[in-house]
């Protein structure tokens, strides 16, 4: 083993699945933006957990709400996933300015993604400060899948200097037929 | 969009990434532990949360220890992970019965995993509890990444059943050549 800076071992953790976290204000508009860093954390009841950082307008509606969805995007949602990255909802409404569009969920107020390849609801049970961000946790109250698509997308690296072209399938990445 | 029960929509999250918490009692023998709910949790200082169930040997070890780290494996230790994940560190030396070796880690009391892919040391900051999982995080001490294996290892759906042959490098899981 080699001693090396901490950039070089994460690059080595890539690919990293792209999400988007959904959050709504009760009577407001709902927002996503796109993150990296999430996991399960419990089996019975199956419970999820995402890192968002302090400075975010999500963290903010995060801190506010009781609900949440992480919606995982499909391949032809790159560009759009792309923008609601690079702007904040406090400023613009990312539904109305992209091609992505809400659908309700079964049993919270936050709105699902359509044709998402997987959304999960979650109902907030927890949070944990940690460095400069925030471990927000919820517990699954339903799942959902696209019926027309199954590839995510994925980061290799810094996929905000590489715009939509940074956000790959895992076939594009290893150059299989998945 | 269509509900699903969770299992359908879980399997949609995979492939995950396989890696080994690693964990030593203060002048005791290291221990490791297959998993696969990580991520990193802050940017500056870069940290990282690992979930872990109530009643395994390394939640103990963990809620004791003042670090731990996270080894990624490379494809060759499959088998050895596959026993890591089948056998209790209470019972058994892991790196006695296995191919594995430690090598002392920079900055920790906790040794890394020879071959890894990448280890990342981590200095225990705070824990809180999930549903049956605790969620521990730590701070990134030191970063190491093997000079030979660069490939991890992933689980594509319960690897527990599958045994060695449900860990796949990404290229086999997509046919591509990475």
């Known amino acids: 083993m080699k001693q090396v800076k901490p950039e070089t071992a994460i690059v080595r953790k890539h690919p990293s699945w792209i999400f988007q976290v959904v959050t709504a204000k ?10 990296s860093w999430c996991t399960f954390c419990s089996a019975e009841p199956i419970m999820m957990a995402v890192s968002v950082a302090l400075d975010r307008h999500t963290h903010e509606l995060l801190e506010e709400t009781d609900d949440f969805v992480l919606a995982f995007p499909n391949k032809e949602q ?6 609601c990255g690079r ?3 406090e400023n613009v409404d990312k539904f109305e300015k992209t091609n992505l569009e809400t659908t309700p969920a079964a049993e ?5 993604i359509e044709d998402s390849v997987a959304c999960f609801e979650c109902k907030k049970s927890g949070s944990i400060e940690s460095g400069d961000h925030t471990i927000f946790i ?3 109250s339903a799942t959902h899948v696209s ?13 905000h200097e590489k715009g939509a072209e940074g956000f790959k ?9 998945q």
């Open 26 to 35: 009760k009577n407001g508009r709902p927002n996503a933006m796109p993150a």
């Open 138 to 140: 919820g517990e699954l």
């Open 108 to 112: 919270i107020n936050t709105p699902l």
């Open 169 to 177: 399938t895992l076939a594009e990445i290893t150059g299989g037929g």
């Open 147 to 159: 019926e027309k698509y199954t590839e995510k997308i994925y980061t290799t690296k810094g996929w």
């Open 78 to 83: 790159k560009e759009d996933v792309f923008y």
């Open 87 to 89: 702007n904040s909802g």
